[in-house]
DNA sequence: CGGGATCCAGTAAGATACTG
DNA sequence: CAGTATCTTACTGGATCCCG
């Protein structure tokens, strides 16, 4: 199904499955706040396993939301950063973010009532 | 998993799971644009089965984000419209739409070059 | 340290048939 | 007209083991 640039879905499709996956938005909070290595994504992810952390990661790379560094060290080294490009999806998140407390505030209201 | 205000991804993930599904960009594109019947949306969107169709506006419903009307006639007849809340998404849709557009177009850059 | 390869379970979605 | 019920398939994520 190629890209149809009159059907509005499609597009915004393309965009949301760039931050869908279990983990990416805890993956993207990390790293709005700046670069951090594979290890350090797994210290402050800890529920989410090496694999998934590897396969969100990859995703993210080819979406051309975070970067990936690779030194040549031993032992080995890698960094993620997000791109500028990926710095746009943050607004879209923090709105997210407020449209998920507005959800949970009116599932609690209605629990109490 | 209740709810711990203090994560971050937590409440990204409430708001990003209301608005993902296969079909649910679409539906909701419809029905920013004004009140719709279920025949209508199923005409407006052939690719989607009325199984799916049906599951998915149940979702949004009980996320509040549609409200669905019955009208006690021969034939049925059961309007979908839009909340308050769901039109607060509508911000959140067009920006994934041109982050979606701008990847579409560094994608096609790429391949052109 | 930062993966890759493989296997398995749970969920989402498509196809089809039936109903008030 | 607007669903529901059931079955089947595809994809996502988790667990485990192996590698440079």
Redesign the interface.
């Known amino acids: 199904m190629p890209?149809e640039?009159e059907?509005?879905?499609?597009?915004?499709?393309?965009?949301?499955q760039?931050?869908?996956g279990?983990?990416k938005?805890?993956i993207l909070?990390e790293l709005f706040q700046g670069t951090r290595r594979f290890g350090e994504l797994q210290r402050a992810?800890p529920d989410v396993s090496r694999h998934v952390l590897t396969v969100h990661l990859r995703e993210l790379e080819h979406?051309?939301i975070v970067s990936r560094t690779v030194y040549a060290e031993v032992p080995p080294k890698v960094e993620y950063t997000m791109t500028e490009?990926g710095r746009?999806?943050e607004?879209?998140?923090e709105?997210?973010?407020?449209?998920?407390?507005?959800?949970?505030a009116?599932r609690k209201d209605e629990h109490e009532s």
Request: one cysteine or more; hydrophobic letters at 40%; a negative charge.
């Open positions: 890209y640039d059907v509005y879905g499609c597009p915004a499709d393309v965009g949301l760039m931050i869908s279990k983990w938005p805890r909070y992810i979406g051309g490009y746009s999806f607004p879209v998140l709105a997210l973010v407020h449209l998920g407390e507005a959800y949970i009116s």
